[in-house]
């Protein structure tokens, strides 16, 4: 009891320091853990790998140099998610949004039912940040550090300036200050999105080839089609989904 009591003041005593660590350590940790594993099997290369290789991979990749780069961009972008955290409690901005935490405040299928919500309301801010990001206005200063992987790695998934970093932090913020979210629904979502960062980035194809002409499947944003959007720089705007590429007309289909 004596050590809670402690605990608590720290943390009030410090309300910046704490949800800043807490954050550092759950995205670090999270993103290292993923990108690495998936780096020990996939990896933009002919061969070497499992999964299919993407058009146009040179014969030759000098992994290391990139990963290099990649990792320490990736370590800027953990300390601003840290960052953005720390203000969000520190600054009580927290106690303006739908973050519940009792179970009970909702119906338990709300919970599972925002997961599916969170994902496509972060497909439909994250498109549009991603087309204003290629905009002649702020490609230079937000998005070019992300494009120096023409061939990406696990590790360039979080690769962004401090800048796109700021931006892709808000615009996940942002999904708690407009619908009900319990912590589990939030660490779920974003575990996912994580996931599914890393495997857009990852070099290999694993999908089923029939997936991009299937009536459900090419609704579903693909390591193919992002890899083609690294290539040409253009196009794909999507994270999870094809959605919007699809009604917007900006869909690219990578060669087969």
């Known amino acids: 009891m004596i050590s809670m009591n402690i605990s608590e003041s720290q943390i009030t005593a410090h309300p910046f320091l704490w949800p800043f660590m ?6 670090g940790l999270r993103f ?5 594993f998936v780096y020990m099997f996939a990896h933009p290369k002919r061969s070497g790998s499992i999964g299919r290789p993407h058009a146009d991979v040179p014969a030759v990749f000098n992994n290391a140099l990139h990963v290099k780069r990649e990792l320490v961009n990736s370590l800027l972008t953990v300390l601003i998610f840290g960052l953005v955290n720390a203000a969000l409690f520190g600054f009580g901005f927290i106690n303006a949004s739908f973050l519940y935490l009792s179970i009970s405040a909702y119906p338990l299928w709300w919970l599972w ?18 087309r204003a990001m290629h905009t002649q206005l702020l490609f230079a200063t937000m998005h070019r550090t992300h494009h120096l992987s023409v061939y990406p790695t696990t590790f360039a998934a979080y690769s962004f300036h401090p800048t796109e970093a700021l931006a892709e932090a808000l615009i996940v ?3 708690i200050f407009i619908m009900p979210v319990h912590p589990i629904a939030f660490l779920v979502f974003q575990t996912i999105s994580t996931a599914y960062n890393v495997y857009g980035h990852c070099g290999r194809e694993f999908y089923p080839q029939t997936m991009a002409s299937h009536s459900l499947g090419k609704w579903l944003n693909s390591s193919t089609l992002h890899a083609y959007h690294h290539l040409k720089g253009h196009g794909n705007y999507g994270f999870y989904f094809t959605f919007w590429d699809r009604i917007m007309g900006t869909i690219e289909p990578a060669k087969k």
């Not at 599916?116 to 972060?122: E, K």
Request: aromatic fraction near 22%; proline fraction near 3%.
């Open 22 to 27: 807490f954050a550092v350590l759950l995205y």
């Open 32 to 36: 290292i853990l993923f990108a690495s």
């Open 113 to 130: 039912l925002s997961i599916p919500l969170m994902l496509i309301v972060h497909d439909t801010f994250f498109y549009w940040l991603h």
């Open 173 to 175: 913020t942002a999904i």
